[in-house]
């Protein structure tokens, strides 16, 4: 039995895992046109068109030689000062993981690039992983009434922990389905 709880508890937590990488949306920037200055893409009617998640991936793709990708605060984006940027890439394939809601300003920190219009705002209005308490039973409320198998079915318990209301409570109740079996 107890073997039989942990290879479950670790299938649940894959199961967790492939839920939230399918849930990651990956975008490149400009979409087939890239990241560039010509044909004056509009990154901020293209960046309106989609809704960003935490979690989700950025792709920036350009020529290395003709560009690059500075993130940089508000302030930098709006008046096209890219001096102190707080990250720079400049692969020409550059893939950024969204970790955080709010406001991700990026430019292109060649000289006349940013005022041509290449600049970015991703801006992240909801979250993934923001946890709701109040929807659910904690974890711990469940270990509490239920005997605790094996360390690893408490182990997963804590991963679940975390993840999104729906991927959580998918998680919980499998778990709670067969520890009650
Ligand atoms: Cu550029």
Redo the contacts with the bound molecule.
């Keep these: 039995m107890a073997s039989v709880s942990r290879v479950f508890a670790v299938v649940v937590a894959l199961m967790v895992v492939m839920l939230q990488v399918s849930n990651a949306t990956v975008y490149k920037v400009g979409d087939s046109a890239g ?3 010509i044909g004056n893409i509009n990154y901020k009617e293209w960046a309106a068109t989609k809704t960003f998640h935490v979690g989700d991936v950025i792709t920036f793709v ?1 020529g290395a030689q ?3 990708v500075l993130r940089v605060t508000h302030a930098m984006y709006r008046s096209c000062n890219a001096s102190v940027p707080l990250e720079s890439f400049s692969t020409g394939n550059d893939s950024i993981t969204i970790k955080t809601k709010g406001h991700h300003f990026f430019v ?3 000289p006349g ?2 005022q041509a219009g ?1 600049k970015v705002d991703i801006n992240v209005r909801h979250s993934l992983t923001s946890p709701t308490p109040s929807a659910l039973p904690s974890p711990t409320e469940i270990a509490a009434k239920t005997p605790v198998p094996s360390p690893n079915m408490a182990a997963s318990l804590k991963f679940v922990k975390g993840q999104s209301s729906l991927l959580g409570l998918i998680a919980i109740a499998t778990l709670v389905f067969f520890v009650s079996d």
């Design positions: 990241w560039t200055t350009y003709f560009h690059n292109c920190g060649v690039h940013c290449q």
